[in-house]
């Protein structure tokens, strides 16, 4: 917490004890943190053992050795490095901690939030009926009290120890677009890597299609970003960066899941708002969008060539691949780029009309996402209003709507409502809605799991919602809070730095995809090791200015 308020020295001045112990326990910080980055970044995402065959519990079991080891690493110079830093502190500022100013420089709001929800994770562990399962979490999801504390001590230790280093976004990048491209050609089989039990329904070195959706939005949107601000970039880096887009955009095009599409469009929205004022960002805006549906048409053409060789498809992905959709919106993105071109030639600015194409997108937006909504209630209250349109599963709101999304969250809310007021403030206990269910829900709730899922919901596939039902309404607060506020901090108050901006879009694309998904510990975990970075590029933002 004191690493960006410690003065510099100058020649002539010695270091008192205090601070030549936080010094090296800095380093040792620093440098055990960096280890602890690359094993999440580069390692974490490519490992497996059998396959598919137990992915997930790999990964998980990965991640639980990774996170104790460092706990157990970094424990003894965390505690040196906080207690000399505070008599440090104490002996030359002559100030209360517990003075606004203080707590602000080294709190933020995320990081208040971030500590309550910490507290209630322990409070509701210690408040449940289902500790032993609530320890580690559920078999198969592992959130349990245990993993979410070492999610939140990665936060910390990233963001307060680890000096930021451009080369390891660039990791991050390098793995991920590994990642990306090994999952581009499973969906067209071909697997340069034996994968056990390979099938439509598993892609990459991830999983299920759903855990390797919730990765490719918690790091993909980094590069995006980069692109779209261009600062300072050699050409190379703008060709491997474009490079970097192709391939991610495509990947998420195909990969399977409808949330990361719809995640990808909300991200993309903000992005057109954001460059409304400034011709080099609305001009990269639009080569990323150029790069966007080139991928659709290169997909497009390898799928005319070898129409059964894709592995997984359905309406969107035909949509977006086959027909008219990227041809015209190619043809769009190549003719504002000649505009912009020719506008940058004559020195002419349209922000005007831009901020009132990217408000109308923006409203625009929501209008159609309200009326589909009010249709949708409408045809569910009188199946058969919408004509045709009531063929659609999108306009029925009941269980099967939205993949069965709408059983999911149903259960949630019935879980939710079925506890008592103290459970409603602290949960059933870290992911223990699959035991709630099985062991302490009503008859009813419990048939209607056991028809729609056969007893195997492990979570309402909606991330706030399932943290309301496991840590209740004081978890939901810090957490919500949480993330809230680190995607708000990130983005608007990123001190002009542009690598906390991308971690803060990576952060927006993993709560919004979540909206319709799940916590899983390589989504969760990396976009926390991001939160962490961007928090850190923000600080070191914080102390230059």
């Known amino acids: 917490m004191f690493i960006y308020t410690q003065r510099k020295k100058s020649r002539g001045q010695q270091r008192s004890a205090g601070e030549k112990i936080q010094y090296f326990a800095g380093i040792l910080l620093d440098y055990g943190v960096q280890v602890y980055l690359i094993c999440m970044l580069l390692l974490f995402p490519l490992y497996f053992q059998d396959g598919y065959a137990h992915i997930g519990t790999d990964k998980a079991v990965f991640f639980i050795r990774a996170g104790v080891t460092a706990a157990k690493v970094l424990a003894a110079p965390t505690v040196l490095y906080l207690a000399a830093g505070l008599m440090v502190f104490l002996k030359q500022k002559k100030r209360k901690l517990w003075e606004p100013d203080t707590l602000k420089r080294w709190f933020s709001a995320a990081d208040l939030f971030a500590l309550l929800y910490g507290a209630a994770l322990v409070v509701s562990y210690g408040c449940s009926n289902y500790r032993e399962g609530a320890l580690w979490g559920a078999e198969g999801w592992y959130m349990g009290l245990l993993p979410q504390l070492l999610l939140l001590m990665a936060y910390f230790l990233v963001s307060r120890f680890w000096k930021p280093r451009k080369w390891v976004p660039g990791l991050m990048l390098g793995v991920s677009v590994a990642v990306f491209l090994f999952g581009c050609?499973?969906?067209?089989?071909?697997?340069?890597?034996?994968?056990?039990?390979?099938?439509?329904?598993?892609?990459?070195?991830?999983?299920?299609?759903?855990?390797y959706c919730g990765y490719a939005v918690s790091v993909f949107f980094f590069g995006v970003v980069m692109f779209w601000l261009q600062r300072e970039q050699k050409t190379w880096q703008k060709v491997l960066l474009m490079g970097y887009l192709l391939i991610g955009f495509t990947s998420l095009v195909i990969q399977g899941s409808q949330s990361g599409l719809m995640t990808l469009a909300v991200v993309l929205l903000v992005l057109f708002r954001m460059s409304a004022e400034d011709p080099a960002r609305m001009g990269a805006f639009w080569q990323g969008m150029a790069l966007l549906w080139g991928g659709c048409l290169i997909i497009s053409v390898v799928r005319r060539l070898a129409p059964e060789k894709m592995t997984y498809t359905d309406g969107l992905i035909d949509r977006l691949t086959l027909g008219w959709i990227p041809v015209v919106m190619m043809a769009v993105s190549v003719l504002v780029l000649l505009l912009l071109w020719r506008d940058g030639h004559r020195g002419v600015r349209r922000d005007r009309l831009f901020r009132l194409l990217t408000g109308m997108a923006v409203w625009g937006s929501l209008g159609v996402l309200l009326l589909g909504l009010l249709l949708a209630v409408l045809n569910t209250l009188r199946p058969g209003i919408l004509g045709s349109l009531s063929e659609l599963g999108v306009f029925t709101l009941d269980e099967n709507w939205g993949s069965a999304r709408g059983a999911t969250w149903a259960a949630g809310v019935r879980c939710f409502a079925e506890q008592d007021l103290l459970h409603k403030l602290v949960g059933v206990g870290p992911d223990c809605m699959p035991e709630f269910i099985y062991k302490g829900a009503s008859l009813g709730l419990a048939e209607f799991v056991e028809r729609m899922f056969y007893y195997r919901l492990t979570n309402a596939h909606n991330e706030w919602l399932t943290v309301l039902v496991d840590t209740g309404l004081l978890g939901l607060a810090g957490f919500g809070g949480m993330m809230v506020c680190g995607i708000r901090g990130l983005i608007k108050k990123g001190c002009g730095n542009p690598y906390a901006i991308a971690c803060g879009f990576c952060l927006l694309g993993y709560t919004v995809n979540n909206s319709f998904s799940f916590q899983q510990l390589l989504s969760t975990g990396t976009v926390f090791v991001v939160f962490g970075m961007g928090e850190a590029f923000r600080r070191r933002g914080d102390a230059e200015s």
Not at 186 to 203: C, D, K, L, T
């Open 185 to 211: 050609i499973n969906r067209f089989g071909i697997y340069p890597v034996e994968m056990a039990f390979s099938g439509p329904e598993f892609i990459s070195t991830v999983g299920n299609i759903n855990w």
